[in-house]
């Protein structure tokens, strides 16, 4: 069993279409990241959670973490064939211990 | 500049034989990382480092040695290696601090290939 389980898995939509992707656990973070992979690279942050009902925005990427601080989920607005990779949220398990879900594979057709 | 860089970016190789892979960051950071990617992109940690210390030991066959020379550098040595191990590998680093907030650096990978 998965701690952190993201869904979809993969999502294929046309520019200019919105979507949201979610991550969802029975555990409670004290923190919650959202990294993206485009191919041939490594996991990029781009954005960290920290207080339940937190949204932060990043550009038309919106992120929000959970009251419950159990759960987070990613808004594209407008997307862009530029936004296509895989998107990983991660959580702490300990001091340093990264806990990745199963990422979503994310692809925005022109 | 490469915050996070490792070598090879590819490696093809026999069943059997033993490799190892290099890392360095030149960020001054304190803890670095190894994980592994499997074909379905599942990132999982395998190790941590903090200033040259083992800090994270997940369950991984004992093939698998990590070895730090410096704080800067963390390698990875794996022996008699086998099909399953065909994965990509990612080094990461970070501050080590205990913030929530901290922030880990990743390499480009490096692409395994055991045949």
């Known amino acids: 069993t998965q701690l952190l389980e993201q869904s979809p898995q993969f999502l294929s939509i046309q520019e200019g279409e919105n979507l949201t992707v979610y991550c969802n656990s029975s555990s409670v973070f004290s923190s919650l990241q959202w990294y993206r992979q485009e191919p041939g690279e490594g996991p990029v942050l781009l954005v960290t959670?920290?207080?339940?009902?937190e949204v932060k925005k990043l550009k038309r990427l919106t992120f929000q973490f959970g009251d419950a601080r159990k759960d987070s989920s990613l808004h594209i607005t407008a997307a862009q064939p530029g936004d296509t990779g895989l998107y990983l949220c991660a959580a702490l398990q300990g001091a340093q211990k990264l806990v990745f879900g199963q990422g979503t594979r994310l692809t925005i057709n022109p | 500049d490469t915050a996070v860089s490792q070598t090879p970016k590819y490696l093809v190789t026999q069943m059997g034989n033993d490799k190892s892979i290099k890392c360095e960051q030149n960020l001054g950071h304190d803890t670095m990382y190894w994980y592994k990617q499997d074909s379905k992109k599942f990132l999982k940690i395998m190790f941590s480092?903090?200033?040259?210390?083992?800090?994270i030991n997940e369950t991984v066959p004992n093939r698998f040695s990590p070895k730090s020379p410096d704080k800067a550098h963390l390698n990875l040595h794996i022996n008699s290696l086998e099909l399953g191990d065909s994965a990509v590998y990612f080094c990461?680093?970070?501050?080590?601090?205990?913030?929530?907030?901290?922030?880990?650096?990743f390499g480009p990978g490096t692409r395994l290939l055991v045949l």
């Open positions: 990461a680093s970070s501050q080590g601090g205990r913030s929530s907030k901290e922030t880990q650096y």
């Open positions: 480092y903090n200033n040259k210390e083992l800090i």
């Open positions: 959670v920290v207080t339940g009902g």
